[in-house]
């Protein structure tokens, strides 16, 4: 069973989770992404929420929302491998949505990169469909852009 919890953006759990992900994106793109910084480009006073998932007591999912112009954002989704298959990031995507729409957002956008294939696949299943890229990611080599109209708005 999930625990699901609100956190600060700077909760340890969840930065250590963001910093593991920019551990397998680095192994991933076969580049550095700033691991000592996997936050970077992102202002802490953006964020609307952040998400943490606990099994056993132990962080095994994350994600945030940020305020982006007019929309709100999923940032740093991001669910440990050995937790993976178990329908915890559709959770996690549920939770932040009901959330967006809770801050009124009508839509949430999202950035991946073209080798997150299982990502990509997978917001796609919940009906991302691609958008132009977003003005911090023109530019990002790889970049994908989606947005998702929310309900209830």
Known sequence: MTEWREVGFD????????????????????RPRAAAQPDAG??????LVTIVGDEVGEPVATASLRQLGA?????????????R?????????????????????????LHAGERQRAAVDFYRSRGYAPI??????????????????LAGR
């Open 42 to 47: 992102i202002d802490p006073d953006s964020v």
């Open 85 to 109: 298959g178990r329908g915890l990031a559709s959770e996690l995507l549920a939770q932040l949505e009901a959330r967006a729409t809770a801050f009124g957002a009508t839509r949430l956008v």
């Open 11 to 30: 909760d340890l759990a969840a930065r250590a989770l963001r910093s593991q992900m920019s551990a397998e994106m680095n192994e991933l793109y076969g």
């Open 71 to 83: 929309d709100v954002e999923l940032k740093r989704m991001y669910v440990v491998p050995e937790a």
């Open 132 to 149: 132009p890229l977003l003005a911090p990611y023109r530019g990002v080599p790889e970049s994908l852009c989606f947005a998702r109209a």
